[in-house]
C-alpha cells in the first residue's frame, strides 16, 4: 500500500490527514495499521523517527469511529502508556490531531502536577486515556480512575520504560485491566526483560520491525571529532560559526554541564537555552518553544530530551559528551534527519570517552568517520578567550521531573519503582512529514501527593504544563 487512501480508514480520519498534507504513509504505518484495524495484537519495533504514534493512533481511531459507546464514568476505552509527561501530551496531541472531525475526547495525565483537573477531565469518562505510569497508578489507589472497560492497551517506548524503572508499576496498571482487549506493545529495542514482558501481555502478535535494532537514521551524516575535554568548548563555538548550523541541538551528559555549554554559547553570541531534569514543566515547554520559533539557535539538553524532541528542521545534533548508555547515541542522533529530511550529527570525543565510542560503534555496528581537531592552535586560542562559565559541580542526569535525584548513569534491568533519565521527547505522530508536538521528562512511579480538589484549567485543548491534563471536554 502507497496511500493512506488504501487502508480503508474512516471517512474523518481521512479528512484530517489530507487537511495535514499527509498523503503517504511511513514503512511502519504501512505495515502495521492493517494489523491494528483488524483486531491483532502488535509487537513494534522501530527507532524514534519513524511514525509509530500515527501507526497505533490511526486504526484506534478508526475502530472508535466505527464501534461509537459512551465510556464509563471514570473511565476509558482505550488506554496508551508512556514513560514522560511531554512524550504522553505529545501522543495525546497526536490524537486529537487526527480525530479532529470525530469528536473523540482525550485525557492525558501525568506525575509532578495537581491532580484537581485531572479528576475532573477523567469524571464522565473519555475516549482515549494517555497516562503516564506513576501518576495513574495513584489515581487507580484513590479510584478516580477505572480501567476494567479499556478496549484497546497501548505501551510506548518499552525499552524506556524500563530504563526508568516502570515494568513492575506497568505490571500492576495491567492486572487492573479486562483480559478481552487488544494490545500494542511498541519499543525501539528489545532487552531481555522488554521481550518478557511483551510474552506475557501480547496473544498471537503481528510482530513488525522497519530497522534493526539499535541501527542510526541512515540519511544522518555523522562524524567524530576527537579534541581534548578542555577545548571542546571552544570547538563548539567553531561550528557555530558556520551559517549552517541553523537548529542545534546539543547533548550533555550531566545537568550543570548542560547549563554551562548554554552559557558558554551565550557569551559568544549564540542565543541558547537549556533543558534537564532540574527544569520546571514551564521552563521546559519555554525552552522548547523558544527553540521551535526560531528565538534560540541551541537548544541543550541532557538525555531527558533524546527519545523524541519533535521540531521541524533540526539541522544538526551535537555529542558534547558521549553518553554512558551506547543506545543513547542512536536516540540522540534521531532528532534530525527526521521524515526524510537529511541532517547531519558531530560527536566530540575525549582521550576518556574512547571507551564509550567503541560501545556506541559496536552497538551501532558501524565505523563512525572521524576527525582528529586535538593539538589544534586555532582551538587553543579561542580557548584562551573564552571564560570559564560559572556552575555548580556536575549531576548525572538520573532523574525526570518528580524522580529522585541521584549521582549516576540510569540501570537497564530495573523494575522498581524510583525516578528515571527523564527520557525525553519523541516524535511519533507525523505519517509523512515532521509535525507534532514536544515530549520528555521522566516521573517517579507510584509517589503521592496529598490528594486535592479540582483546580483551574482542566478543559483546555492546549497542554497545560500546571494542570498536567489535556482535556477536550
Known amino acids: 500500500m502507497t496511500q493512506f487512501t488504501d487502508f480503508g480508514l474512516a471517512a474523518p480520519l481521512l479528512k484530517a490527514l489530507a487537511s495535514e498534507g499527509y498523503t503517504t504513509p511511513t514503512p511502519i504505518q504501512a505495515q502495521a495499521i492493517p494489523g491494528v484495524m483488524a483486531g491483532r495484537d ?169 530497522t534493526p535494532q539499535a541501527t542510526t537514521v541512515e540519511k544522518v551524516n555523522q562524524r567524530v571529532l576527537f579534541v581534548e575535554q578542555s577545548r571542546k568548548r571552544a570547538l563548539l563555538s567553531e561550528l557555530f560559526d558556520d551559517p549552517g548550523f541553523k537548529r542545534v541541538i546539543v547533548f550533555t551528559r550531566t545537568k550543570r554541564g548542560a547549563d554551562r555549554v548554554a552559557r558558554s ?51 544538526h545534533v551535537v555529542q558534547y559528551e558521549l553518553p554512558n548508555v551506547p543506545e543513547s547515541y542512536v536516540h540522540r542522533i534521531g532528532r534530525t534527519a527526521r521524515a526524510g529530511a537529511d541532517g547531519s550529527a558531530v560527536a566530540f570525543c575525549a582521550d576518556d570517552e574512547r571507551t564509550l565510542l567503541r560501545d556506541i560503534q559496536k552497538v551501532t555496528r558501524q565505523t563512525i568517520p572521524s576527525f582528529d581537531r586535538r593539538n589544534d592552535k586555532q582551538l587553543g586560542a579561542a580557548t584562551a578567550a573564552m571564560p ?59 509517589q503521592r501527593p496529598a490528594f486535592k480538589g479540582p483546580q483551574r484549567g482542566g478543559g483546555n485543548p492546549a497542554p497545560n504544563g500546571r494542570t498536567g491534563v489535556w482535556s477536550n471536554r
Open 42 to 210: 502488535l509487537q513494534g519495533i522501530a527507532q524514534t523517527g519513524t511514525g509509530k504514534t500515527a501507526a497505533f493512533a490511526l486504526p484506534i481511531l478508526h475502530r472508535l469511529a466505527a464501534e461509537k459507546r459512551q465510556p464509563e464514568r471514570k473511565g476509558a476505552r482505550v488506554l496508551v502508556l508512556s514513560p514522560t509527561r511531554e512524550l504522553a501530551s505529545q501522543i495525546g496531541e497526536s490524537f486529537r490531531t487526527y480525530g479532529r472531525h470525530m469528536g473523540v475526547t482525550v485525557a492525558v495525565i501525568f506525575g509532578g502536577v495537581k491532580y484537581g483537573a485531572q479528576h475532573k477531565a477523567m469524571a464522565n469518562g473519555v475516549d482515549i486515556l494517555v497516562a503516564t505510569p506513576g501518576r495513574l497508578l495513584d489515581h487507580l489507589q484513590e479510584k478516580t480512575i477505572t480501567l476494567r472497560g479499556v478496549e484497546i492497551f497501548v505501551l510506548d517506548e518499552a525499552d524506556q520504560m524500563l530504563d526508568l524503572g516502570f515494568v513492575l508499576p506497568i505490571r500492576k496498571i495491567v492486572a487492573h485491566l479486562s483480559k478481552a482487549r487488544q494490545n500494542l506493545f511498541f519499543s525501539a529495542t528489545m532487552p531481555t526483560e522488554i521481550g518478557k514482558l511483551a510474552g506475557e501481555l501480547l496473544n498471537d502478535p503481528l510482530r513488525v520491525s522497519v
Open 265 to 315: 554559547l551565550e557569551q559568544v553570541g549564540v542565543e541558547a537555552a537549556s533543558i534537564h531534569g532540574d527544569k520546571s514543566q514551564g521552563q521546559r515547554e519555554r525552552a522548547l518553544a523558544d527553540f521551535k520559533a526560531g528565538k534560540v539557535r541551541a537548544l541543550v539538553a541532557t538525555d531527558i530530551a533524546a527519545r523524541g524532541i519533535d521540531i521541524d528542521a533540526v539541522t
Open 388 to 446: 570559564e562559565p560559572a556552575g555548580k559541580p556536575d549531576r548525572v542526569d538520573t532523574r525526570g521531573p518528580g524522580g529522585h535525584r541521584g549521582n549516576h548513569p540510569p540501570k537497564r534491568n530495573r523494575n522498581h519503582g524510583g525516578g528515571g533519565n527523564g527520557a525525553g521527547y519523541r516524535h511519533e505522530g507525523a505519517p509523512a512529514r515532521s509535525g507534532g508536538a514536544n515530549a520528555g521528562g521522566g516521573e517517579k512511579p507510584a
